[in-house]
């Protein structure tokens, strides 16, 4: 079956850092690709998506691309911000059907 | 434009209780999804909702069930309730998955079974 595998955390940096998230995905298909984030206590947040093949999501100064051919879609930011601190997913669906999540990462940021 | 929300907030129940947690989509938005977050088990999916049908379920057993109205909005009931069943459960939604493939969160309702 499908899945999504990303790298584990925690993932420690200071601010204004250059941050980078690994993802991968197993797909039968032609998924679309997400990342989500989740601040404390909250539900979580759609921060980008693609949904083709070299398709670039963006958002925030986040940035992600959809690599077919190494089946892969890792999250990057060029500087990263104490408020940036949060738990990032990264996520597939086929045609609109259910989400399949990796395991998360957390991402803390220190000034 | 208002979001995905949810209620209650939070909901501490004993063992064997029954749970009954309510969702409403974002304005237009037709399809429905739950998910569990346990901890130390990630994001897994519950049920799909879809014009008040249900699309699709994930790997739980029978005693989680829901329903969707037809103004779109949901519930999810969980019977005899297990310790095991703690978790964070989220709502999402989206519009009829012809036309977008992108769900949009609630803030979740957290339940504590003791």
């Known amino acids: 079956g499908d899945s999504v595998t990303q790298m584990e955390g925690p993932v420690t940096l200071s601010e204004e850092a250059f941050l980078t998230i690994n993802c991968t995905y197993t797909a039968t298909g032609y998924p679309s690709l997400f990342w989500y984030v989740q601040y404390p206590g909250e539900g979580l947040q759609l921060l980008l998506k693609a949904t083709k093949a070299d398709d670039k999501g963006s958002n925030k100064g986040f940035e992600a691309t959809y690599r077919k051919e190494t089946t892969s879609f890792h999250l990057e930011k060029g500087s990263v911000q104490v408020s940036d601190s949060a738990v990032y997913f990264c996520a597939l669906s086929e045609r609109g059907t259910a989400l399949i999540f990796g395991k998360g990462t957390t991402l803390s940021v220190s000034s | ?114």
């Open chain 2, 1 to 114: 434009e208002a979001g995905v929300t949810q209620s209650p907030t939070h909901l501490i129940k004993t063992r064997g209780q029954q749970a009954t947690l309510r969702c409403s989509p974002i304005s237009g938005h037709t399809s429905v999804y739950w998910y569990q977050q346990a901890l130390g088990l990630g994001l897994q999916f519950l049920l799909w909702y879809d014009e008040g049908e249900e699309r699709n379920r994930g790997n739980f057993p029978p005693r989680f069930s829901g329903r969707q109205f037809p103004n779109y909005s949901s519930e999810l009931n969980v019977n005899a309730l297990e310790l095991e069943d703690s978790a964070l459960y989220l709502c999402a939604s989206s519009l009829s998955q012809a036309y977008s493939y992108e769900q949009y969160f609630g803030p979740g309702t957290r339940l504590t079974v003791t």
